[in-house]
């Protein structure tokens, strides 16, 4: 059963609307219309916080790292205290479990490089049909060394079928890599069920977080999670991929490294120069969010934080899905929000349009939305629209509006 939706509070309502006011971008118009950004899926705004945080670091301390000058140290400093802050929202057990890359498929191609090599051939990973591709891709490319990949079944109502999953684990099954949310459907999948199943046969757990990290409170110890991956510009910061891996977990693998890299977690799967100034923005865009929050400490306030932004934007979603399944014209993908959890994003297709071309006239209007298969190209598929143009795709933010929620059921059911 779903748990009762529960309504914001005053406090609540005024702090994102003052949050709101701080993204620069959702100042600018076109024909006079602002823009209403539902392409949050594909990469948030960013408040003024995190682009201040991004120039600062050009301004002051534009440096290499481990030099024995004042501008290297202060970058050393912020990659720790970067680590530090996405740790807490993460909830993992310290910064020494936080790397950064260039993003989350990059992360994820050198984590399945390490991974592979402690597989023999005949050993098996798990996989799922409703997984974005940079959760499947970098598994997939292990078969080329005699490594077994099979594929959890998706329902056509977006959702995992899980005693195809049952039948698919094994005592052969080393790795279980599967995505938290769906970034094409909102599904939330049941964590906790599959890593029951990959302890009892002893596999390591990779979860793909992105489409989750923005939406929902993680907590990577309750999940007991090995590996999970994550992308801060879903959640209002720099183009920057983030790893958490189980302390004293990491460096039991052969990563690709330089001889000349440091050995050991966090650092032992970063190749090269990270984009510092970038990262700096990573830990702006988590106190950004932790400063929607009430609490004591940073935690507190990031768990209070993202308990709000949930509730708003589900409430916002709810509304949404409810009224376009009123529209005949219109096909609504997936569950809806009558579950306990879901991604306050919705896909859909409308009678007689191609999804680009819907895509193209709400643009026109000021709304922006995706269309497409969104990388998870799988999902698509098993729902037979490969060869339609995929779906329209509108991911709704912490910076959505109801005014903005009538804007795109009024176009939406203007297309005739």
Same mark, same amino acid.
């Given at each position: 059963?779903?748990?009762?939706?529960? !309504?914001?509070? &005053?406090?609540?309502?005024?702090?994102?609307?003052?949050?709101?006011?701080?993204?620069?971008?959702?100042?600018?118009?076109?024909?006079?219309?602002?823009? !209403?950004?539902?392409?949050?899926?594909? /990469?948030?705004?960013?408040?003024?916080?995190?682009?201040?945080?991004?120039?600062?670091?050009?301004?002051?301390?534009?440096?290499?790292?481990? +030099?024995?000058?004042?501008?290297?140290?202060?970058?050393?400093?912020?990659?720790?205290? &970067?680590?530090? @802050?996405?740790?807490?929202?993460?909830? #993992?057990?310290?910064?020494?479990?936080? &790397?950064?890359?260039?993003?989350?498929?990059? $992360?994820?191609? #050198?984590?399945? =490089?390490?991974?592979?090599?402690?597989?023999?051939?005949?050993?098996?990973?798990?996989?799922?049909?409703?997984? =974005?591709? !940079?959760?499947?891709?970098?598994?997939?490319?292990?078969?080329?060394?005699?490594?077994?990949?099979?594929?959890?079944?998706?329902?056509?109502?977006?959702?995992? *079928?899980?005693?195809?999953?049952? &039948?698919?684990?094994?005592?052969?099954?080393?790795? @279980?890599?599967?995505?938290?949310?769906?970034?094409?459907?909102?599904?939330?999948?049941?964590?906790?069920?599959?890593?029951?199943?990959?302890?009892?046969? +002893?596999?390591?757990?990779?979860?793909?977080?992105?489409?989750?990290?923005?939406?929902?409170s993680l907590d990577v110890q309750a999940m007991?999670?090995?590996?999970?991956?994550?992308?801060?510009?879903?959640?209002? +910061?720099?183009?920057? /991929?983030? $790893?958490?891996?189980?302390?004293?977990?990491?460096?039991?693998?052969?990563?690709?490294?330089?001889?000349?890299?440091?050995?050991?977690?966090?650092?032992?799967?970063?190749?090269?120069?990270?984009?510092?100034?970038?990262?700096a923005g990573v830990k702006a865009a988590v106190?950004?969010?932790?400063?929607?929050?009430?609490?004591?400490?940073?935690?507190?306030?990031?768990?209070? #934080?993202?308990?709000?932004?949930?509730?708003?934007?589900?409430?916002?979603?709810?509304?949404?899905?409810?009224?376009?399944?009123?529209? *005949?014209?219109?096909?609504?993908?997936?569950?809806?929000?009558?579950?306990?959890?879901?991604?306050?994003? @919705?896909?859909?297709?409308?009678?007689?349009? =191609?999804?680009?071309?819907?895509?193209?006239?709400?643009?026109?209007?000021?709304?922006?939305?995706?269309?497409?298969?969104?990388?998870?190209?799988?999902?698509?598929?098993? $729902? +037979?629209?490969?060869?339609?143009?995929?779906?329209?795709?509108?991911?709704?933010?912490?910076?959505?509006?109801?005014?903005?929620?009538?804007?795109?059921?009024?176009?939406?059911?203007?297309?005739?």
């Amino acid at each position: 059963m779903a748990e009762q939706q529960t !309504a914001l509070t &005053s406090a609540e309502v005024e702090t994102l609307e003052k949050k709101r006011a701080e993204f620069p971008s959702l100042r600018r118009t076109i024909d006079g219309r602002p823009l !209403a950004y539902f392409d949050g899926p594909g /990469g948030s705004q960013v408040p003024q916080s995190v682009i201040d945080a991004v120039s600062w670091y050009y301004q002051t301390c534009n440096a290499n790292s481990h +030099g024995c000058f004042c501008t290297s140290e202060e970058t050393d400093q912020v990659l720790e205290d &970067s680590r530090r @802050v996405v740790a807490a929202f993460l909830n #993992a057990e310290g910064p020494g479990q936080i &790397s950064f890359g260039a993003n989350m498929t990059t $992360l994820n191609f #050198a984590l399945s =490089h390490a991974l592979g090599r402690a597989l023999r051939p005949g050993d098996e990973v798990l996989i799922t049909q409703l997984d =974005h591709e !940079a959760n499947r891709g970098p598994w997939l490319n292990l078969r080329r060394s005699g490594i077994v990949v099979r594929e959890v079944a998706m329902k056509q109502d977006g959702t995992l *079928d899980y005693d195809d999953f049952d &039948s698919k684990i094994g005592e052969r099954t080393r790795i @279980v890599a599967v995505g938290h949310a769906s970034n094409a459907l909102g599904t939330v999948n049941e964590i906790p069920r599959i890593r029951r199943a990959a302890t009892r046969v +002893g596999a390591w757990l990779v979860i793909d977080a992105v489409h989750s990290a923005p939406h929902l409170s993680l907590d990577v110890q309750a999940m007991a999670a090995d590996f999970l991956m994550c992308s801060a510009y879903k959640f209002y +910061g720099p183009h920057v /991929g983030i $790893l958490y891996a189980r302390a004293n977990l990491l460096d039991q693998f052969d990563t690709d490294r330089l001889r000349t890299q440091e050995g050991h977690a966090p650092y032992r799967i970063e190749t090269g120069t990270l984009n510092h100034a970038a990262i700096a923005g990573v830990k702006a865009a988590v106190e950004f969010i932790a400063s929607i929050g009430q609490g004591n400490g940073l935690r507190e306030k990031l768990v209070s #934080a993202m308990t709000t932004i949930e509730k708003h934007e589900r409430m916002l979603a709810t509304r949404f899905h409810q009224t376009l399944q009123q529209i *005949d014209s219109v096909t609504v993908y997936g569950q809806g929000f009558d579950v306990s959890h879901r991604a306050p994003t @919705v896909s859909l297709a409308v009678n007689g349009w =191609h999804p680009a071309e819907v895509a193209r006239e709400l643009g026109r209007q000021g709304i922006l939305v995706w269309d497409g298969d969104f990388y998870a190209a799988r999902a698509v598929e098993i $729902l +037979g629209l490969a060869n339609r143009g995929g779906l329209v795709r509108v991911g709704l933010s912490l910076y959505s509006t109801g005014e903005e929620i009538d804007r795109i059921l009024d176009a939406v059911a203007g297309l005739r």
